[in-house]
Protein backbone atom coordinates (compact mmCIF):
# COMPACT_ATOMS: atom_id res chain seq x y z
CA UNK A 1 0.00 0.00 0.00
CA UNK A 2 2.83 2.39 1.13
CA UNK A 3 4.52 1.94 -2.48
CA UNK A 4 1.26 2.23 -4.47
CA UNK A 5 0.95 5.72 -2.46
CA UNK A 6 4.35 6.82 -3.30
CA UNK A 7 3.85 6.32 -6.77
CA UNK A 8 1.10 8.17 -7.09
CA UNK A 9 2.86 11.14 -5.99
CA UNK A 10 5.20 12.90 -7.98
CA UNK A 11 6.67 15.21 -5.78
CA UNK A 12 7.44 12.71 -3.07
CA UNK A 13 9.53 10.79 -5.74
CA UNK A 14 11.40 14.20 -6.88
CA UNK A 15 12.37 15.12 -2.99
CA UNK A 16 13.57 11.86 -2.40
CA UNK A 17 10.47 10.65 0.05
CA UNK A 18 10.96 6.87 0.89
CA UNK A 19 8.22 5.24 3.00
CA UNK A 20 9.34 3.26 5.80
CA UNK A 21 5.92 1.85 7.61
CA UNK A 22 2.19 2.58 6.58
CA UNK A 23 -0.95 0.95 8.66
CA UNK A 24 -3.72 1.38 11.21
CA UNK A 25 -3.69 5.16 11.47
CA UNK A 26 0.36 5.39 11.54
CA UNK A 27 2.71 6.61 8.76
CA UNK A 28 6.85 6.98 8.85
CA UNK A 29 8.74 8.13 6.22
CA UNK A 30 12.39 10.10 5.34
CA UNK A 31 14.02 12.06 3.41
CA UNK A 32 18.00 11.89 2.82
CA UNK A 33 19.83 14.87 2.82
CA UNK A 34 20.21 16.19 -0.91
CA UNK A 35 22.40 19.43 -1.80
CA UNK A 36 19.69 20.15 -4.27
CA UNK A 37 17.02 20.42 -1.05
CA UNK A 38 19.45 22.60 0.78
CA UNK A 39 18.13 25.89 1.96
CA UNK A 40 20.71 27.71 2.64
CA UNK A 41 24.40 27.04 1.14
CA UNK A 42 26.31 28.54 4.07
CA UNK A 43 24.68 26.36 6.83
CA UNK A 44 23.86 23.14 4.39
CA UNK A 45 20.56 23.23 6.31
CA UNK A 46 17.45 21.46 4.52
CA UNK A 47 15.08 24.07 3.39
CA UNK A 48 11.84 24.16 5.52
CA UNK A 49 9.65 23.92 1.97
CA UNK A 50 10.72 20.21 1.53
CA UNK A 51 10.58 19.73 5.74
CA UNK A 52 6.75 20.76 5.08
CA UNK A 53 6.45 18.38 2.24
CA UNK A 54 7.37 15.06 3.99
CA UNK A 55 5.07 16.57 6.41
CA UNK A 56 2.36 17.15 4.64
CA UNK A 57 2.93 13.82 2.95
CA UNK A 58 3.55 11.68 5.77
CA UNK A 59 0.44 12.83 7.50
CA UNK A 60 -1.94 12.35 4.44
CA UNK A 61 -0.67 8.65 4.61
CA UNK A 62 -1.39 8.38 8.21
CA UNK A 63 -4.82 9.52 7.62
CA UNK A 64 -5.51 7.37 4.51
CA UNK A 65 -3.99 4.37 6.50
CA UNK A 66 -7.05 4.81 9.23
CA UNK A 67 -8.75 1.65 9.70
CA UNK A 68 -11.95 3.61 9.38
CA UNK A 69 -11.27 5.46 6.38
CA UNK A 70 -11.77 4.48 2.97
CA UNK A 71 -10.88 6.21 -0.36
CA UNK A 72 -8.52 9.12 -0.79
CA UNK A 73 -8.16 12.14 1.17
CA UNK A 74 -6.44 16.05 0.75
CA UNK A 75 -5.39 18.31 2.88
CA UNK A 76 -7.39 20.59 4.57
CA UNK A 77 -5.06 22.30 7.03
CA UNK A 78 -2.00 21.77 8.52
CA UNK A 79 0.43 23.75 11.23
CA UNK A 80 3.71 23.21 11.52
CA UNK A 81 6.05 24.72 13.85
CA UNK A 82 10.07 24.35 13.45
CA UNK A 83 11.55 24.02 16.51
CA UNK A 84 15.29 24.30 15.57
CA UNK A 85 17.22 23.92 11.92
CA UNK A 86 17.86 20.27 10.94
CA UNK A 87 21.25 19.07 11.36
CA UNK A 88 22.88 19.57 8.02
CA UNK A 89 23.95 16.22 5.52
CA UNK A 90 21.14 14.46 8.34
CA UNK A 91 18.18 12.29 6.93
CA UNK A 92 14.47 13.78 7.89
CA UNK A 93 12.15 11.00 9.50
CA UNK A 94 8.20 11.69 10.14
CA UNK A 95 6.17 9.86 11.97
CA UNK A 96 2.59 10.86 11.86
CA UNK A 97 -0.50 8.98 13.50
CA UNK A 98 -4.08 9.98 12.65
CA UNK A 99 -5.80 9.94 16.27
CA UNK A 100 -8.84 11.06 15.43
CA UNK A 101 -12.12 10.41 12.76
CA UNK A 102 -15.38 11.99 12.54
CA UNK A 103 -17.83 11.68 9.19
CA UNK A 104 -15.66 14.73 7.57
CA UNK A 105 -12.76 15.53 9.11
CA UNK A 106 -8.75 13.23 9.80
CA UNK A 107 -6.93 14.64 12.58
CA UNK A 108 -3.20 13.80 12.52
CA UNK A 109 -0.10 14.72 14.73
CA UNK A 110 3.98 14.22 13.33
CA UNK A 111 7.18 14.95 14.49
CA UNK A 112 9.54 15.59 12.56
CA UNK A 113 13.74 14.30 13.82
CA UNK A 114 17.09 14.18 12.04
CA UNK A 115 18.59 11.14 14.01
CA UNK A 116 17.59 12.92 18.02
CA UNK A 117 14.23 12.12 19.15
CA UNK A 118 14.11 13.91 21.95
CA UNK A 119 14.71 17.07 20.10
CA UNK A 120 12.69 17.39 16.59
CA UNK A 121 13.37 19.86 13.60
CA UNK A 122 9.64 20.40 13.80
CA UNK A 123 5.57 18.83 14.78
CA UNK A 124 2.40 19.12 13.35
CA UNK A 125 -0.86 19.20 13.34
CA UNK A 126 -3.51 18.54 10.48
CA UNK A 127 -6.52 17.59 9.10
CA UNK A 128 -7.31 15.97 6.31
CA UNK A 129 -10.89 15.29 4.07
CA UNK A 130 -12.21 11.93 4.88
CA UNK A 131 -14.45 10.59 1.72
CA UNK A 132 -15.98 8.04 3.67
CA UNK A 133 -15.99 5.59 6.23
CA UNK A 134 -15.82 2.08 6.72
Not at 26 to 46: F, H, K, N, Q, Y
Not at 70 to 76: F, L
Request: charge should be negative.
Amino acid sequence: MARRFFEALPHAVALGMEPEEMGDGVAVMSMPWREDLVGDPETGVIHGGAVSALMDTCCGAAAMSHPQLKGVTATIGLRIDYMRPATPRATIRVRAECHHITRSVAFVRATACDGDETRPVATATGTFTVEGRK
